[in-house]
């Protein structure tokens, strides 16, 4: 499968436990988005790497969410002492610097529920 | 940030009727504009994309549509089938700045009824 994968599909944990997700791009493309989506709701930006360089950050994200992508491959979002409103799909999509045409190709994303 | 309107949220139509889906946004130097379909429990996909120098594109059933004066683009699809069915998102990069993060609308449910 050569598209965006994500790992786990879904989650579970207790309130204040840390959770994290992997996410592995398409192989050739430099960047990588992290998004959130509740439901009912559009994707919402968290994140995004160019290669191994964290660009920008959500206002949104908090100090509890941690993102890395330490060789410009892969990609790990922490969620350390979760909330239940952190209760969401997780999803990464990665895309190839194209200029102004930026496909993102989702990943199937990382269903989490904090009970 | 981009300021970015999805209209309507829901839209309920008859297998074979026509479709059509409006975003408007807020940036007058954007100049991509996607619209991704998202089914049921699955991944968004890119369905059809147009730039600020093309005023429609077309790809069989699926049209995208754009004004630039009045910064709004729009989805039409036509001879609708139960396939259809799902949530559609438009989403807006910033047209200046260092960054290439999209903007998405907050989505369309679209229910194709056979």
């Known amino acids: 499968d050569t598209g965006v994968s994500q790992d786990p599909r879904h989650k579970i944990t207790k309130r204040g436990q840390n959770v994290t997700f992997r996410c592995d791009p398409i192989?050739?493309?430099?960047?990588l988005y992290w998004y959130r989506q509740t439901l009912g709701q559009g994707p919402e930006f968290l994140t995004y790497f160019q290669n191994e360089a964290q660009l920008e950050k959500s206002r949104l994200l908090s100090d509890r969410f941690s993102a890395e992508r330490p060789k410009g491959s892969f990609s790990t979002l922490e969620i350390q002492r979760t909330e239940q409103g952190d209760s969401a799909m997780y999803l990464c999509?990665?895309?190839?610097?194209?200029?102004?045409?930026?496909?993102?190709?989702f990943g199937s994303g990382t269903q989490l529920s904090v009970l | 940030g981009e300021n970015v309107e999805q209209h309507p949220s829901t839209l309920s139509v008859q297998e074979g009727d026509s479709a059509v889906i409006k975003c408007t946004y807020s940036d007058s130097a954007s100049n991509y504009f996607p619209w991704y379909k998202q089914e049921l429990g699955k991944r968004p996909q890119l369905i059809i994309d147009i730039r600020s120098n093309v005023g429609e594109k077309k790809d069989q059933r699926i049209a995208v549509t754009l004004n630039k004066t009045a910064k709004h683009f729009s989805l039409h699809i036509t001879e609708t089938q139960p396939e259809d069915s799902a949530v559609y998102f438009c989403a807006v990069p910033p047209g200046r700045g260092g960054s290439y993060i999209p903007t998405f609308g907050r989505g369309t449910s679209l229910i194709v009824h056979p």
């Open positions: 999509a990665s895309s190839q610097d194209r200029g102004i045409d930026e496909k993102l190709f």
């Open positions: 192989s050739e493309h430099n960047r």
